[in-house]
């Protein structure tokens, strides 16, 4: 596979070179063909991808910097392996922050923006027997409460955090019956948000990512 050709003067930019890299090692992280623990073969992408390892390198910082990547000094870049201490670390960051907005919205959601919810929950509910569409449906519900609530940096730090998330899902939401106690959570955030009540919105966001935490480990 071959992308663009690297950058001239009068062409592409670097930096959007290596994030246009790093977006396409990002998805294959998340797709499960780098796994985790899998050591990262800097000579064969560059050559798979059509460009020197100066622009695989720089991709690779930011995907360590986000988390996805692991830098060994002397051995390399490896997919990072998630620990169970790390996700209890991800999950209780994630639900301090959502549960936060979810108030925000709570208090400050128009009603449209609380239906716009509701039509996302029942995108979510139709696509059960679909994991890809499944799994973007239930990203985009959540990160549409946190664009409601309108806190960047909140916004920012949740992006991340979901990216170290993205790295054990198979283990999570598919498994038994997690599912339907996902949708049924969602449920009741939706309730508490449609009833304006903030408190409770807040209480049904952090039973949903204990329950996920619970099926993650």
């Known amino acids: 596979m071959t992308i663009a050709s690297e950058p001239s003067s009068a062409s592409l930019a670097p930096r959007a070179l290596y994030e246009e890299v790093a977006e396409l090692l990002r998805q294959r992280i998340f797709k ?8 990262i073969d800097e000579l064969r992408l560059a050559e798979e991808y059509g460009i020197s390892r100066t622009p695989l390198r720089e991709a690779l910082k930011v995907l360590a910097a986000e988390g996805l990547v692991t830098m060994k000094v002397r051995r390399g870049a490896y997919v990072t392996e998630v620990s169970e201490k790390d996700l209890r670390d991800v999950y ?6 959502e549960s936060d907005a979810a108030g925000e919205v709570a208090v400050n959601g128009r009603p449209a923006d609380v239906a716009e919810l ?3 929950h029942n995108e979510l509910e139709a696509a059960q027997g679909e994991r890809d569409r499944f799994f973007a449906v239930n990203e985009r519900f959540h990160l549409r409460v946190l664009e409601l609530a309108d806190n960047r940096w909140r916004m920012q730090m949740v992006s991340d955090l ?10 999570s939401l598919f498994k038994q019956g997690r599912i339907e106690e996902s949708l049924a959570e969602h449920r009741a955030i939706l309730s508490a948000l449609q009833a304006g009540d903030a408190p ?3 209480q049904r966001m952090r039973e ?3 329950s996920g935490l619970e099926a993650a480990t």
């Open 200 to 202: 409770l919105t807040r």
């Open 208 to 210: 949903h990512f204990a």
């Open 162 to 171: 979901r990216k170290v998330m993205k790295l054990n899902r198979h283990n």
């Open 118 to 120: 509701v039509e996302l």
């Open 32 to 39: 499960r063909e780098l796994e985790p623990g899998s050591w």
């Open 92 to 97: 209780h960051l994630l639900s301090l922050l």
